[in-house]
């Protein structure tokens, strides 16, 4: 592959968050405006669902209508115990472990990768020289039974399965498992005998930009770009970021929104806490306007706005970027670290 054409050659690492997820389409719409060019493509929940359509061959502009012309409430597909008086939530997160099947979610995103022939990782088998992985779309999900993070389908045997025979939609629907929201994803591996219990990939790592770097250590022949969720004032407590009592719905569909946006607003903070500065350096923070992860009533005006959001985001971390000084300032051996930065901060904040 000759230098020029790796000009505009990226990877790619989208971020959970749900809902919040339409501002991932806005920022990619940019990436793709400047010509850049995903190779590898990686993904936690929402941001998996992203990262598989555009492995997919899916557009920028394919990606926009598909957002704004998704209903999110049709993936609130109930069980039968779901429809009992009372007993009916209780008892499907006591059976199932969630509220919602997520069939309806898995049929959407088989559907969508039908239509570019995409079925199995094998249909997105890496096809360059010095592949990184042999699929060039990485998802991840955490396997609570064996208590480790499944990057998929690169630890497919874990479950049992080759991984150019695994269903690229399955592996996208364990990765956006949140926690009680939607049931957990069964997996008995033949070989074992063992079940394994998977979920959101976020309760492990919602934001695994290093999955794409060399282990050599070595500097990357092209960048990779981070997609991230972050809130407008990050200073804001979990207790502003859940829907406040007098706007979020109630009975049971009430419990199920706190507890989810409580688990996934904690998923979220995990990876935050250890962004280092050679990491946020290749980020695109996307604020996300206050927008929820199961915000699955969104209006179209608030859609737009977190797209837009995503587009600006892009828009100004390209304006500055740099991939040679990247290369100068983080991949020379040079120790870097936020920590001392999060700290001044906190003490800004403390004295103010």
């Known amino acids: 592959m000759a230098a020029e054409d790796l000009e505009h050659n990226v ?4 971020e959970g968050g749900g809902v919040k997820g339409i501002g991932l389409a806005g ?13 590898n493509v990686a993904g936690t929940s929402a941001g998996a669902i992203t990262a598989a359509l555009i492995a997919a061959g899916y557009s920028a502009d394919e990606l926009k209508e598909i957002v704004f012309g998704m209903d999110f409430r049709r993936f609130e597909d109930k069980s039968w115990e779901d429809r009992i008086p009372l007993a009916g939530v209780p008892l499907s997160i006591l059976l199932t472990n969630g509220i919602y099947k997520g069939e309806a ?14 079925y199995t990782f094998a249909d997105l088998r890496a096809d360059w020289d010095e592949p990184k992985f042999e699929s060039r779309l990485q998802v991840i999900a955490s396997d609570i039974s064996s208590r480790q993070l499944l990057v998929l389908p690169r630890d497919a045997e874990v479950l049992g399965s080759r991984w150019d025979a695994l269903e690229v939609a399955t592996a996208v629907r364990m990765s956006m498992s949140i926690p009680i929201f939607f049931e957990t994803v069964r997996v008995p591996n033949p070989k074992t005998n063992h079940e394994h219990v998977i979920v959101d990939g ?7 930009v290093w999955l794409f770097d060399r282990a050599d250590g070595k500097a990357p022949r092209w960048p990779t770009f981070g997609l991230l969720l972050v809130e407008p004032d990050p200073k804001v407590p979990i207790t502003e970021r859940i829907p406040k009592p007098e706007h979020a719905p109630r ?5 199920v929104t706190l507890l989810s946006s409580m688990v996934h607003t904690m998923m979220e903070a995990h990876d935050r806490l250890y962004v280092e500065k050679a990491e946020y350096a290749r ?9 929820h992860t199961t915000e699955f009533d969104i209006t179209h005006d608030r859609a737009q706005a977190l797209y837009d959001s995503g587009r600006d985001a892009a828009t100004a971390f390209l304006d500055t970027w740099n991939f040679e000084a ?6 020379t051996g040079k120790e870097q670290s936020r920590r001392e930065d999060i700290a001044h901060e906190l003490e800004k904040t403390a004295v103010a």
Not at 107 to 118: D, H, M, P, S, T
Not at 202 to 208: A, D, E, H, I, K
Not at 283 to 291: D, E, Q, R
């Open 202 to 208: 976020g309760m492990l790592s919602n934001y695994p």
């Open 11 to 14: 990877d790619l690492v989208c």
């Open 27 to 39: 920022a990619y719409s940019v990436l793709e405006e400047r010509g850049y060019r995903p190779v």
């Open 105 to 118: 979610f898995l049929e959407w995103i088989r559907g969508l990768l039908a239509e570019k022939n995409v």
């Open 251 to 255: 009975g049971a569909r009430g419990l």
């Open 326 to 331: 990247y290369i100068a300032e983080f991949r």
């Open 283 to 291: 980020t695109i923070p996307i604020p996300t306007l206050g927008v």
